[in-house]
């Protein structure tokens, strides 16, 4: 398989001072979703700028399909797609002749009509720009980064606010793409969106990628496969907690604003044991839940901070 992007050591500094990114690596195959992921100021922005040609790494290499941005800009603007987390577009402007106006930048575009049907955007070709819904001002976004017929997606933030519907069209269409021999590289909060669309995915922090791999790889690195959590009368002290590491098939223990959260291999095993402790303690449950592990859980664990924290 093709290596779509690849970088080497990538590091930009910002007057001499700040490091945004720093010796970061990474490499995306033809044909796959990536996800980046990482919290606001991780540095995941900067490198995909990078990336897109807009910035200039202050070291470090960077290649599509093997061109690089010093040789071939002119070559490889021609195969990517971007489509920024918020796309301003005239509003005076119908959808049409939007999506003609981006087509009228490149060599080779696709026929608008065929993006229009696609998009599902049809019925709106001829409203204009202002009066389209949020679902659709971000479906035409991404018209825009589709009718050049690129070879790679640059897709920020998508889905940020729009409607569960909408999002799910947007998935649908990412899809499309995809099966249709295009790379997607993603940047997303919502965790189930990367679980649902992304073949692999990079955590970033700090500037650095300090997790990658499949969903489901990150998830099984966890060492639970699921959590049990549940909030107890009283307050959990240090002994309390220990007790709860001690319960069969926990691996972990976390307390969140008087939530307890047990990382488990078993919860048949836990639960009852849970159950039995509190008994002996005469302590009063007054919440339970179970579910499997998450990425959002992976995040937690690796970086100590949840996706939406500044």
């Given amino acids: 398989m093709a290596t779509a992007i690849q970088c080497r050591d990538l590091r930009k500094t910002y007057d001499g001072k700040v490091e945004a990114v720093r010796g970061l690596n990474l490499e995306i195959q033809a044909g796959e979703c990536f996800g980046l992921l990482g ?175 499949s969903p489901a790889e990150l998830i099984q690195r966890l060492g639970g496969h699921h959590f049990v959590e549940f909030a107890v009368t009283g307050n959990s002290d240090g002994a309390a907690l220990d007790a709860w590491r001690a319960l069969p098939s926990v691996d972990s223990v976390r307390e969140d604003d008087g939530m307890i959260s047990l990382s488990v291999k078993e919860p048949h095993l836990a639960i009852p044991a849970l159950l039995e402790a509190l008994g002996k303690q005469g302590s009063s449950l007054q919440h339970l839940t179970t579910r499997q592990a998450s990425l959002e859980d992976v995040f937690v664990r690796l970086t100590g901070r949840h996706l939406r924290e500044d």
């Fill in 39 to 213: 919290p606001n100021g991780a540095g995941k922005t900067t490198t995909i700028e990078i990336l897109e040609g807009l910035l200039e790494p202050t070291s470090g290499q960077v290649s599509i399909f093997g061109r690089t941005w010093k040789t071939d800009a002119r070559e490889m603007r021609e195969w990517l797609g971007i489509s920024l987390q918020e796309t301003r577009l005239s509003e005076k402007l119908t959808v049409r002749e939007t999506i003609n106006l981006f087509a009228s930048f490149y060599r080779e575009p696709r026929a608008s009509e065929d993006v229009l049907e696609e998009l599902q955007l049809t019925e709106k070709a001829d409203a204009w720009v202002g009066k389209l819904s949020g679902g659709q001002r971000q479906r035409l976004a991404v018209a825009t980064a589709l009718v050049c017929n690129p070879k790679i997606l640059f897709l920020d933030e998508p889905t940020t606010g729009l409607d569960p519907q909408s999002r799910r069209q947007l998935w649908d269409i990412i899809r499309s793409f995809q099966r249709g021999g295009g790379t997607v590289l993603l940047t997303t909060h919502y965790m189930d969106e990367a679980e649902r669309l992304c073949d692999r995915l990079a955590i970033v922090d700090h500037g650095q990628i300090i997790a990658e791999g």
